[in-house]
């Protein structure tokens, strides 16, 4: 007979399954941590102080680009501050019932990031919303995973910030970056400076069509290991983020799979 899943976790893991942690888990976006590991922090909870810290969470006015209108249309909602509003109630509920605290940083999530453009350009931006954004299409520019030099600064403020946060938790938990979204990216790289133990996990449900970065892993050293217990209870808390799950799950059906984390 195999040992419990939880006897073979890597050693950070295993202590704050068996005596508690401080963890601190960074989510990119309003579902992200418990997408990726709703399992593994509701094995934790009972033991460990869990904070789950979502980086991007807000939306600016429009006008919007075409992306960001569709997702706006897929959430049912009718306005970027409206749907934003929901979801941090969401994030504030589910992560409230797994016993986590959940907190907001505040930054704008990559499909409403604005340019600094030159004042004539205003008005044609009204027309044209895309040559005001950042990032202007999802598949062409969030998906292709190549941070803009715009984000220079939010990447370095995203740094300090949570560097100063170091002394806070004993475990950090970060994204892999599956599917290679900037805004994963960002929050994937904030684990490399961390002081302490790091645990990347796999970004869900962007590994059921994407594979890690096999770079990534092989610069950092990194090796899986897959989590399966507590997975029962992890649909109610995904079907907890209501504006998301029908446009990320049309077919209704969140496909169960055990959680993939990777460490040194």
Not at 84 to 99: C, H, I, K, N, Q
Not at 189 to 206: E, H, I, K, R
Not at 233 to 240: F, I, P, S
């Amino acid at each position: 007979m195999s040992a419990p899943t939880s006897a073979r976790a890597p050693a950070p893991v295993r202590a704050a399954l068996d005596t508690g942690a401080r963890c601190l888990v960074l989510s990119p976006h309003l579902d992200d941590a418990v997408l990726s590991c709703g399992a593994l922090l509701g094995e934790l909870a009972p033991r460990s102080e869990i904070t789950v810290l979502t980086l991007f969470t807000e939306a600016t006015d429009g006008p919007h680009g075409r992306a960001a209108r569709s997702f706006l249309r897929q959430c049912a909602h009718p306005d970027a501050a409206t749907l934003f509003r929901a979801r941090r109630a969401e994030d504030r509920a589910v992560v409230g019932s797994l016993g986590a605290r959940p907190e907001h940083l505040g930054l704008t999530d990559a499909l409403f990031r604005r340019r600094d453009v030159p004042t004539a350009l205003a008005g044609v931006g009204r027309l044209v919303p895309e040559l005001l954004h950042r990032y202007p299409t999802f598949r062409f520019d969030i998906a292709r995973g190549r941070v803009s030099r715009g984000d220079r600064a939010l990447r370095a403020e995203l740094a300090a910030r949570i560097a100063a946060r170091a002394g806070e938790a004993d475990l950090l938990l970060c994204p892999l970056g599956v599917g290679r979204h900037v805004d994963h990216l960002l929050t994937r790289d904030l684990g490399l400076a961390w002081p302490g133990p790091v645990v990347w996990f796999s970004d869900f449900p962007y590994a059921l069509d994407h594979d890690p970065d096999a770079a990534f892993l092989r610069r950092e050293g990194l090796r899986p290991w897959s989590f399966d217990e507590g997975l029962d209870a992890k649909d109610a808390l995904v079907r907890g983020y209501a504006t998301q799950v029908d446009a990320l799950f049309p077919s209704g059906v969140v496909p169960r799979r055990p959680e993939t984390y990777w460490t040194r």
